[in-house]
């Protein structure tokens, strides 16, 4: 019933900015690590950046200085806020999530969204 979805991404011009969001949804105890993932088609998907509850924030070398997360611990939601972007940062982007679910209290699980498209365009 855990439900993660995404939102906030489209087609952009290179150097353009795109800001996506992700609500964690369902019976939730807590939620903890929440990340962004990518995938270009063809490729493997990869961690983008990730976001822990204390704060601490790490990322793909190659976004860095770009590409900021953030969270709103009141929505359980994760933010993914992209500027100067380039045409190698197209892909879907996903969503994921370390949650304890209402229903356990105690087991943390890997949960996943259904993943938003962005598209830069050259």
């Known amino acids: 019933q855990v439900q993660l979805v995404e939102s906030g991404g489209g087609l952009v011009q290179v150097g353009g900015s795109l800001r996506l969001s992700c609500v964690t949804s369902?019976?939730?105890?807590?939620?903890?690590?929440m990340r962004w993932y990518r995938q270009a088609p063809g490729k493997q998907r990869e961690l983008v950046a990730g976001?822990?509850?204390?704060?601490?924030?790490n990322y793909v070398e190659a976004v860095k200085g770009r590409f900021t997360i953030s969270r709103d611990n009141a929505k359980n939601t994760v933010y993914l806020q992209m500027n100067s972007l380039k045409p190698e940062d197209t892909g879907v982007y996903y969503c994921?999530?370390?949650?304890?679910?209402?229903?356990?209290?105690?087991?943390?699980?890997?949960?996943w969204g259904q993943g938003t498209q962005v598209t830069v365009s050259s």
């Open positions: 994921n999530a370390d949650v304890i679910s209402a229903a356990s209290g105690r087991f943390e699980d890997h949960y």
């Open positions: 369902g019976p939730i105890f807590s939620v903890n690590t």
């Open positions: 976001i822990s509850t204390g704060g601490s924030t």
